[in-house]
T-cell receptor, first 114, second 113 residues
Framework: KQEVTQIPAALSVPEGENLVLNCSFTDSAIYNLQWFRQDPGKGLTSLLLIQSSQREQTSGRLNASLDKSSGRSTLYIAASQPGDSATYLCAVTGIKAAGNKLTFGGGTRVLVKP | SQTIHQWPATLVQPVGSPLSLECTVEGTSNPNLYWYRQAAGRGLQLLFYSVGIGQISSEVPQNLSASRPQDRQFILSSKKLLLSDSGFYLC????????????FGPGTRLTVL
């Protein structure tokens, strides 16, 4: 059974510092990995999708890497801003999973202090 | 462009009452549709998914059911709500292939009293 873990559960940094968020998964047989952002009381916003054949994806200040063999992904957010404060979730689509089921990590709650 | 709607946004219901949550997707056809629940301290859990009209797969046994009466409409229902049904319900869609990105709706906050 696929398990996804995000450590730490919470993170506080001063504005301007780079953010590094970690995600690990137990079964490397995945189609892709997705990073999401969730603001309090809101739905999930997709940030980046990395296919299993890719090593990284970039969008603006965001960069996500994927090391499928070791079951790890890292989301980097450069020059953090208070508006980056949110919960960040990673999720994988497993090859063995029924449908295109996403298996989520527990999330990392980020606070960027001005 | 594609958009996904959920309603209602919030709902407070007594134990034992029925439930109907609706999700619709615009701007695409033949999407896969999903219902997830996010409960406090328990993360996001897939409840149901559908690959076509009338085709529903359940991921976990529970007090809820789902239906897909139209291509872009997904409904979550219950005949009698339990306290444990409280949570944040999220609908999502993708284009059907395993490598596709999933997109989520704004969610419905359900409180069962």
């Amino acid at each position: 059974k696929q398990e996804v873990t995000q450590i730490p559960a919470a993170l506080s940094v001063p504005e301007g510092e780079n953010l590094v968020l970690n995600c690990s998964f137990t079964d490397s047989a995945i189609y892709n990995l997705q990073w999401f952002r969730q603001d309090p009381g809101k739905g999930l916003t997709s940030l980046l999708l990395i296919q299993s054949s890719q090593r990284e994806q970039t969008s603006g200040r965001l960069n996500a890497s994927l090391d499928k063999s070791s079951g790890r992904s890292t989301l980097y957010i450069a020059a953090s801003q208070p508006g980056d404060s949110a919960t960040y979730l990673c999720a994988v689509t497993g090859i063995k999973a029924a449908g295109n089921k996403l298996t989520f990590g527990g999330g990392t709650r980020v606070l960027v202090k001005p | 462009s594609q958009t996904i709607h959920q309603w209602p946004a919030t709902l407070v219901q007594p134990v034992g009452s029925p439930l109907s949550l609706e999700c619709t997707v615009e701007g695409t056809s033949n999407p896969n549709l999903y219902w997830y629940r996010q409960a406090a301290g328990r993360g996001l859990q897939l409840l149901f998914y559908s690959v076509g009209i009338g085709q529903i797969s359940s991921e976990v046994p529970q007090n809820l059911s789902a239906s897909r009466p139209q291509d872009r409409q997904f409904i979550l229902s219950s005949k009698k709500l339990l306290l444990s049904d409280s949570g944040f319900y999220l609908c999502a869609w993708d284009r059907g292939q395993a490598y596709n990105e999933q997109f989520f709706g704004p969610g419905t906050r359900l409180t069962v009293l």
